[in-house]
């Protein structure tokens, strides 16, 4: 165990040193320009109009020199000017019941330091999107193992609009987030602390390419195609009988719609692993006065080369949201229902036919980028979890305390 925490730890290391360069860079380079023009503005000021011929051939070289220098500077940094820099930092206290053989009942855990850079060029035609950080992203499933995040690049896109009179259609290329799925990864965006039942299934970061039409603001219809996941044990088979099967390389695809209506917010999505899984769904949220509410139905199904394994070959879920606010304090609620029967989607266990879940979020903002927030979560199903022994159980409650700072 010390071996692999020394590594994670000095990859968190030349992370964070990247991180710190790259931004010092960024923040040295404006200055270096502000420098050249106050020269031109104080050269300006001290020479007088030139008296001889080699006065004015020393003054003209000057000039050029600058604007040589300049144009240096321009190419160099055409999307510098306009550089958006966001993400967020996140961790806490965890503590859960039933957390299996080998988990940790307790641990403090950061969740996410995440640094988010982001750029497009003055006519828009190009620009890129970054992600550079670690996330350990808690689940209602899980126990609090693991206190350091690996460190490294979690989404790099480019982005592309190639045509002027189309300015609707975009391209992306990279390491991508899907568009599948309601909650995010990075969970300080979200507005529970753990990630939900239907949520823990939901696609993760894979390399691929995306087209995107806007035919307004609120409508669009996207689809991508996927190859080598982020995580390379996301979707892997261990179920005894079932082939073990390790997706990271396999190709998928998704394709969905975004629209707005009557205030209603909807996405509807379609993600396909190529033979393994398929996963059809739709979130809807809507917010009224200090209410905020959303409802996300999952329905996944095994391909047809690998239902032959289970007794029932797809499941179902749902996730209802509400968000009361009062002022710097809200109430984030989430339950949940899954129907998995003997599927085995969710939780590996047959006995699990149903899963029931619930997290309640008390949070308070002290401003709009820091809060303090706690979670009590309560799953049940039947044997789908077990003691530090191996001895099954039916429930599993899980405790947290966690400060979020973004920027």
Not at 246 to 275: C, F, K, P, R
Not at 290 to 303: G, I, K, P, Q
Not at 322 to 342: C, D, H, N, W
């Amino acid at each position: 165990m010390s071996k692999i925490y020394n590594i994670k730890y000095l990859r968190g290391k030349e992370c964070v040193f990247f991180v710190g360069l790259f931004m010092a860079f960024l923040i040295l380079l404006p200055f270096n320009n502000a420098r050249c023009e106050d020269t031109d503005e104080a050269d300006r000021g001290e020479v007088s109009a030139p008296q001889t011929v080699k006065e004015e051939l020393r003054e003209g070289e000057k000039a050029e020199e600058k604007g040589e220098k300049k144009e240096v500077i321009k190419i160099l940094s055409p999307y510098l000017g306009n550089i958006n820099i966001t993400g967020g930092v996140s961790g806490g206290w965890f503590a859960t019941t039933n957390e299996g053989a080998g988990g940790k009942k307790d641990n403090f855990v950061l969740t996410n330091l995440l640094i988010d850079l982001s750029s497009e060029m003055e006519n828009g035609l190009f620009g890129f999107n970054a992600g550079l950080g670690g996330v350990t992203t808690p689940s209602v499933f899980d126990s609090p193992d693991d206190a350091i995040p690996d460190f490294r690049i979690q989404y790099a896109a480019m982005n592309l609009r190639p045509i002027k009179s189309l300015p609707g259609l975009a391209f992306q290329g990279g390491l991508l987030q899907p568009n599948s799925g309601y909650e995010c990864t990075y969970t300080f965006n979200n507005r529970n602390i753990t990630v939900g039942a239907i949520a823990s299934q939901q696609p993760y970061n894979a390399a691929g390419a995306r087209a995107t039409y806007a035919f307004s603001e609120d409508f669009r219809i996207w689809s991508g195609i996927f190859k080598h996941r982020l995580a390379r044990d996301e979707y892997k088979t261990e179920y005894g009988n079932v082939p073990s099967k390790n997706v990271q390389d396999s190709y998928s695809w998704e394709a969905g719609m975004n629209d707005n209506i009557g205030g209603v917010g909807l996405s509807l999505y379609h993600y396909h692993l190529t033979g393994l899984r398929h996963l059809t769904g739709v979130a809807a949220e809507y917010t009224i006065n200090n209410l905020y509410m959303a409802l996300n139905v999952d329905y996944w199904r095994w391909s047809s080369e690998m239902d032959r394994y289970f007794e029932d070959s797809s499941s179902i879920g749902a996730a209802l949201y509400i968000a009361p606010s009062f002022k710097k304090f809200s109430l984030p609620l989430r339950l949940e229902y899954i129907q998995q029967g003997k599927s085995r989607i969710y939780l590996p266990n047959q006995d699990a036919e149903n899963i029931y879940a619930a997290a309640l979020t008390p949070t308070y903002n002290f401003t709009d980028n820091i809060l303090i927030r706690t979670e009590a979560s309560y799953v049940h199903a039947d044997n789908g979890f077990s003691t530090s022994k191996g001895k099954p159980k039916d429930d599993k409650s899980l405790f947290s305390l966690e400060v979020v700072v973004k920027f």
